[in-house]
């Protein structure tokens, strides 16, 4: 059966660094998605990606996060300047048609901020 | 911003017995989904909703979406230790982002 993979599953880095999420998304879907979840809280949307461009975004995600689809097939969400706050499991989801539609998740990356 | 609900937040049953946890939202919405979590991995999807009224069966979990669409319940027939889990309602707002419930923790014990 086809799978949301993820890469890397845990990365650790300095308050202040850039770190690139990878997300490779199931071969015929068109819509991405990436959440995030701090250790105990609910998932929280952050960005829907479709036709590569940004389609929604929540308020969490401000300027110091970005989104893009380099080579058609990785989708990777950066975070040009971590901050603490920003530890948390990383989401990507994809779906193949819409949000209405069966949205399908990777395993996630544990992003810690020291 | 729409917000879903989930209640009990926590629940601790022993195995064999029957459950109901449920997901409340004052918003309609054009479906909901519900997944299941297991601790330090990616929600896993066990069905989506979309008709007011719909009962769905996966096994010995039942899941019905309210007439108004503004509800669903999840109900589990003798629980199992594989059952434990997080149990996360989503729901999409018409197009608009994709709000999740702060979810149900069960603890099926054997």
């Known amino acids: 059966e086809p799978e949301v993979t993820q890469t890397p599953s845990h990365q650790v880095t300095q308050m202040g660094q850039e770190v690139i999420l990878r997300c490779v998304p199931i071969?015929?879907?068109?819509?991405f998605y990436w959440y995030r979840q701090i250790l105990g809280q609910k998932v929280e949307f952050l960005v829907s990606?479709?036709?590569?461009?940004?389609?929604?975004k929540s308020e969490i995600f401000d300027d110091q996060f970005s989104v893009e689809r380099p080579d058609g097939s990785n989708f990777t969400l950066k975070i040009r300047s971590t901050k603490l706050e920003d530890s948390a499991m990383y989401f990507c989801a994809t779906s193949r048609v819409r949000a209405s539609d069966t949205q399908y998740f990777g395993p996630g990356t544990r992003l810690t901020v020291l | 911003t729409q917000l879903l609900e989930q209640s009990p937040q926590f629940l601790s049953i022993q195995e064999g017995e029957n459950l109901t946890v449920y997901c409340n939202s004052s918003s309609v919405f054009s479906s909901l989904q519900w997944y299941r979590q297991e601790p330090g991995e990616g929600p896993v999807l066990l069905v989506t909703v979309v008709t007011g009224g719909e009962v769905k069966k996966l096994k010995r979990l039942t899941f019905q979406f309210g007439d108004a669409r503004k509800d669903s319940s999840l109900h589990i027939t003798a629980a199992q230790p594989g059952d434990t889990g997080l149990y996360l309602c989503a729901a999409d707002n018409y197009g608009q982002n994709f709000v999740f419930g702060p979810g149900t923790r069960l603890s099926v014990l054997p």
């Open positions: 071969s015929n879907h068109l819509y």
């Open positions: 990606f479709y036709n590569n461009e940004i389609s929604e």
